[in-house]
């Protein structure tokens, strides 16, 4: 039986085809892994600007530890007027 050049190139372009087949696959694999990599990174990291809140030692507000008022006693304050009030107090 005489293979004829048709048949030949069948067999050729069904090789190409799994062969293009398995690539492509393997691409689509390796994007969705990069992609998952990159989310899950994100979540580790602290997001940015991301600051600790204290809490006023006389009106009890939250507010970032670095918009606060401090004493020696290291007591947080919102404003110079309630850490002059909470100084007062007995």
């Not at 990159?38 to 600007?49: H, I, L, S, T």
Request: proline share 4%; charged share 25%; net charge positive.
């Amino acid at each position: 039986m005489r293979q004829t050049s048709a048949t030949v190139h069948n067999r050729v372009y069904a090789r190409l085809a799994k062969i293009l087949l398995l690539v492509l696959g393997l691409f689509i694999a390796y994007c969705i892994l990069k992609s998952y990599k990159k989310k899950v990174q994100r979540r580790d990291e602290p997001p940015k600007g991301a600051e600790d809140m204290v809490r006023c030692a006389q009106c009890g507000v939250h507010l970032p530890r670095s918009e606060s008022l401090t004493t020696n006693n290291q007591a947080f304050y919102c404003s110079a007027d309630h850490r002059r009030l909470h100084e007062r107090a007995p």
